[in-house]
């Protein structure tokens, strides 16, 4: 395995082949936990592992210097994957100062004793000089905590972006040109909708910042590097934090006895339009990692759920509940689904949509017991009005960016 980013510049991490789940998040292609070794004049480590990884982090970095060598270790982000391994590292590496910002630095000392630990504090534009190379720091707050940073080489037009551009993917290979470019992008986008998307404003001014550096070089704290596709994964950047939407329709559903399943399919069927992409989404046939990384990009949405208990089914709920946090916008959207005796499935995921801002196209389509032809016929008028949406959002490029941007 080449791991070799520059000349003494070396990937640490540890790649986690068999995790599947990551706080709720489905990692099926594994993680890696990405730390580098920047040996210089002074050495520097950027960033840790997650804890139970930290010894196999410190054998990669004992077979390329003595421990006592290290002079830094870098602290990005305090997040427990990349410092959990914190208190290990610190105890094994005598000589390191933790270089790290005043936010991450109080984080830190709630995770781990850092009483003991030689600390130098850094902000946006301070710099560390290693000897032929320069840490320059840029500070990102919510990219993906209060406390993440960039860390950038200007020698080396290198930039570690700890979670930024990262992805959820396991493989024995470090580049982005030594692995299948559409998988990378696809985990890309999967991890940017399910970590990185409540935060799209703040990832729009960080990317105003990295467009000032010269970089050849993005070294993210998750999956491959960008050493030959920085710029497409930029550009991605830059169009999921202005959720510019594309013509595509999703018909996302839960249904008890099939009536709720009947009508998303004609709903489907009247979406299905020449240059839309219509996706048919059976919540308990999918995921919450996969739902999220549709919805990134869709511009028009139709929900469905069979009405239990005057309320949603429990996974339709559970499905909105995690939309609602991670902000999706620039949707619009629309609610439908069955009842029996007392109504309550579609209205509640009306409500949901309405809190989440998105502007909702029309009243909820409902079917008591069965849907009806005439109830069928009105599923597909609605799929047509949801594909002829989503055309025209598509084709106002503006319109995710005035909805994510302005205030
Ligand atoms: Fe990969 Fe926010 O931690």
Redesign the pocket.
């Known amino acids: 395995m080449n791991t070799t980013l520059r000349d003494n510049i070396d990937w640490v991490g540890y790649v986690d082949w068999t995790v599947r789940d990551f706080h709720g998040y489905n990692t099926d292609r594994g993680v890696t936990?990405n730390a580098y070794l920047i040996r210089d004049e002074k050495t520097a480590l950027v960033d840790t592992v997650k804890a139970p990884f930290a010894d196999r982090l410190l054998q990669s970095i004992a077979a390329l210097t003595d421990p006592a060598e290290v002079d830094y270790v870098v602290c990005n982000?305090a997040?427990l994957?990349?410092a959990g391994g914190m208190t290990r590292v610190m105890e094994v590496l005598p000589n390191a100062t933790l270089a790290c910002n005043k936010k991450c630095e109080a984080v830190l000392s709630k995770h781990h004793d850092s009483s003991g630990w030689k600390t130098h504090i850094v902000a946006t534009g301070d710099t560390l000089p290693l000897g032929k190379r320069t840490l320059r720091f840029i500070e990102t707050p919510m990219v993906?905590?209060p406390e993440?940073m960039f860390t950038y080489i200007p020698e080396e037009k290198l930039l570690f972006s700890?979670?930024a551009f990262?992805q959820h993917y396991a493989s024995s290979q470090r580049f982005d040109d030594e692995v299948p470019l559409c998988t990378v992008m696809e985990e890309a986008k999967t991890y940017y909708a399910n970590?990185v998307m409540p935060f799209g404003r703040q990832v729009a001014k960080v990317l105003e910042e990295v467009a000032k550096l010269d970089i050849e070089m993005i070294a993210p704290?998750?999956g491959v590097i960008w050493r030959s596709h920085a710029p497409a994964i930029v550009e991605a950047y830059t169009n999921w934090s202005t959720c510019r939407p594309k013509p595509k329709v999703l018909v996302i559903y839960d249904t008890m006895w099939d009536s709720t399943g009947r009508m998303a399919r004609a709903i489907h069927e009247g979406a299905s339009l020449p240059g839309v992409a219509a996706e048919l989404i059976h919540i308990r046939s999918s995921s919450l990692t996969r739902i999220a990384a549709e919805v990134l990009d869709a511009a028009a949405i139709a929900f469905g759920s069979s009405t239990l208990n005057q309320g949603m089914l429990p996974m339709a709920g559970a499905v909105l509940t995690y939309l609602k946090g991670l902000k999706p916008v620039a949707k619009a959207g629309m609610a439908f689904g069955s009842y029996g005796w007392s109504k309550g499935g579609p209205e509640a995921v009306d409500d949901y949509m309405k809190a989440m801002k998105w502007e909702v196209l029309r009243e909820p389509i409902r079917a008591q017991y069965r849907p009806t032809f005439e109830v069928l016929d009105e599923c597909r008028a609605a799929g047509r009005l949801l594909a002829e949406k989503a055309r025209e959002m598509a084709a106002d490029r503006r319109a995710g960016e005035r909805l994510c941007v302005d205030p």
Do not use: A, K, Q, V
Request: charged share 20%; proline share 0%.
């Open positions: 936990y982000h997040e994957d990349h993906h905590w993440s700890m979670d990262g970590i704290s998750h």
